[in-house]
């Protein structure tokens, strides 16, 4: 609650469903699937599904212009008067997609002045738009971090796509290791709040979250959310299809019990789809689909 937050802190928080346990209740977030395009591999993704960093995968997001969005986002604004929210959250990498994030966030922002806007990214592309993101007034931003060692890393990222090059094995992960502790450094300054989601995947990370809590928690982080793996053999992902399985619920509840007294936890995630609308658990994304909505905006 207030008590324990600066006020400034509070005054970002306090209508943020994901930021504020509170506010999810009250407050609604939307997101706009943009940012298809994405410049690493994880294990637990599958491209033809949102990007695993926010989104339950598994699920096709319509896919639209930063036109469409602005479409879509003034007609949920009519229709949802608990909307507070804008996020972009894939279904690719909203900072390596950036072209298509800025422009939409610009345009909504001259729209909806009062929209809080939100993004969320794997952080590789983090670093060169920094300052953009403090220009536009981009209070939150979400980084999608499963390791503080790049070894560690190695069980998770195949490759990555950084400076014109392919680059893979302990290589790609040192850099995405590099690259994140970066972005989260230069958003902290900026007094930008940033939350990080950790991917919880058994064997592989799961003892080492401990580990990225303290590290993200001394380098300004302030919210940690652990998320779930969801592997289903179903979806091809790399990890449905050597068997890797996701935590099971008492296993994610012990961690999260030992992360506690860490950084704020986030407990009540709700893994959106990269076009989920409306209130956090609820989705009403199939009533704003595009054939839905007036060809206009008035
Ligand atoms: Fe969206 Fe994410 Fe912003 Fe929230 S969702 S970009 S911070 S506005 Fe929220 Fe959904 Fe969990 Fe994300 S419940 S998946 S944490
Ligand atoms: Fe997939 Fe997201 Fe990972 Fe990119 S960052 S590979 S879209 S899960």
């Not at 940012?35 to 699920?59: F, T």
């Not at 969801?230 to 890797?244: E, K, V, Y």
Request: proline residues 6%; contains cysteine.
């Amino acid at each position: 609650g207030p008590a324990d937050l600066a006020p400034e802190i509070w005054e970002k928080v306090k209508d943020h469903p994901c930021y504020s346990e509170e506010a999810h209740h009250y407050f609604a977030r939307m997101h706009v699937a943009v940012a298809p395009a994405c410049n690493i591999q994880c294990n637990y993704c599958n491209r033809k599904y949102d990007c695993a960093n926010e989104s339950r995968p598994g699920v096709v997001s319509e896919k639209l212009t930063p036109e469409q969005a602005i479409r879509k986002v003034v007609a949920v604004a009519n229709e949802v008067p608990q909307l507070s929210v804008l996020g972009i959250a894939g279904p690719g990498d909203a900072c390596y997609d950036w072209k298509k994030t800025r422009a939409t966030f610009d345009s909504i922002a001259k729209v909806i002045p009062d929209i809080k806007l939100c993004l969320s990214t794997n952080g590789l592309a983090l670093p060169d738009h920094v300052d953009e993101i403090a220009d536009m007034n981009i209070d939150h931003v979400t980084i999608t971090i499963n390791m503080v060692d790049p070894e560690v890393g190695t069980g998770i990222y195949p490759w990555i796509f950084h400076r014109h090059r392919r680059w893979t094995g302990l290589d790609a992960s040192r850099i995405l290791h590099e690259r994140q502790m970066e972005g989260l450094e230069m958003l902290a300054a900026r007094k930008i709040l940033v939350k990080v989601n950790s991917v919880m995947i058994p064997g592989i990370n799961d003892e080492h979250l401990i580990e990225v809590n303290r590290v993200v928690k001394s380098k300004g982080a302030f919210l940690h959310n652990i998320m779930p793996l969801i592997s289903d053999p179903a979806h091809g992902t790399h990890f449905g299809l050597t068997g890797q399985r996701g935590p099971r619920a008492m296993e994610l509840k012990a961690l999260q019990d030992r992360l506690e007294d860490g950084t704020k936890l986030m407990r009540h995630c709700r893994q959106c789809r990269a076009d989920a609308v409306g209130l956090l658990g609820e989705d009403r994304g199939q009533e704003f689909t595009l054939d839905q909505l007036p060809a206009e905006v008035s």
